[in-house]
């Protein structure tokens, strides 16, 4: 009996010592993690402080973007918030554009932008607009929209003036409220 007690007893420390070494090899793990994390630059939650800086922004260059607004046949009134801003290439901008509905039911609009000149459009990156869809005012209504965009860093040098124009269009057919409205259940 007394050898299984040995035995036990010998497996109980190789026990203890794989656990200690665990435990010990966790521990060390948060620092050689975060060293691993710093010279990568993988964890920025390290250093809070340290501003984050956009290495696709072009600081060396500012491009002026001008906004115009227009309505074709719509009853709004439309325009932007701001008539121009100076950006550097790369830079993530938000403007915003007002506009009211001066009719006295909904109306449904669509807006169409353009650009001047019409090559910075392909250099024009809209990661937000209220053009993306179908816009509906009650009557009376205003609102701000907004839109948030890029201009790619690959813009040709010789453009330093952007205009985005916006045509509003009014939409054919129903609006949502319209359709919504009692006794148009079931109709087409």
Known sequence: MSGKREANLRLLQKLGIVAVAMFGFGFALVPFYEQICRVT??????????????????????????????????????????????????????ITYEVSNTRDRPVAGQAVPSYGPQEAGQYFRKLDCFCFTRQTLNAGETREMPVVFVVDPRLPKDVNTITLSYTFFEVAGATAQEQAAPGREGKS
């Open 41 to 94: 630059g993988i964890n920025n939650l390290l250093n809070p402080d340290e501003e984050v800086v956009n290495t696709q922004v072009d600081t060396g260059r500012q491009v002026t973007i001008e906004f115009d607004a227009n309505v074709h046949d719509l009853p709004w009134r439309f325009k932007p918030t701001r008539n121009s801003v100076t950006v550097h290439p790369g830079e993530v901008v938000n």
